[in-house]
């Protein structure tokens, strides 16, 4: 098994910046490419930022390009959000994934087979 706990969310204002990290523990050997996915009250849960093992290849959602930034420390087995320019809309509960199967970059959920528990991030105006 895998564990994964996030950390860094919190209250910004717009325009400001956060930085999330996901910490993995266990059987991480197991564990391949990593996600951030973000789920706002009555909506469903969406791809935010993925990158693959390696950290080589990576994939961010159109509405965060620019603003996000997805990285990997493999020797602490953690990945990282960091987010800037933030927006109202970017309020949600941001969870992390990680994905069993070697070689590909899921961007759905149904991708990853483990989760953190999330954490919320809120942006004021």
């Known amino acids: 098994q895998v564990q994964l706990v996030e950390s860094g969310g919190g209250l910004v204002q717009a325009g400001g910046s956060l930085k999330l990290s996901c910490a993995a523990s266990?059987?991480?050997?197991?564990?391949?490419?990593m996600g951030w996915f973000r789920q706002a009250p009555g909506k469903e849960r969406d791809i935010v930022a993925a990158?693959?093992?390696?950290?080589?290849?990576?994939y961010y959602r159109d509405s965060v390009k620019g603003r996000f930034t997805i990285s990997r420390d493999n020797a602490k087995n953690t990945v990282y959000l960091q987010m800037n320019s933030l927006k109202l809309e970017d309020t949600a509960v941001y969870y992390c994934?990680?994905?069993?199967?070697?070689?590909?970059?899921?961007?759905?959920?149904?991708?990853?087979?483990?989760w953190g528990q999330g954490t919320q991030v809120t942006v004021s105006s």
């Open positions: 990158i693959s093992r390696s950290g080589s290849r990576t």
């Open positions: 994934a990680a994905d069993h199967i070697n070689g590909r970059l899921a961007v759905v959920p149904a991708g990853y087979i483990y």
């Open positions: 266990g059987r991480t050997g197991s564990t391949y490419a």
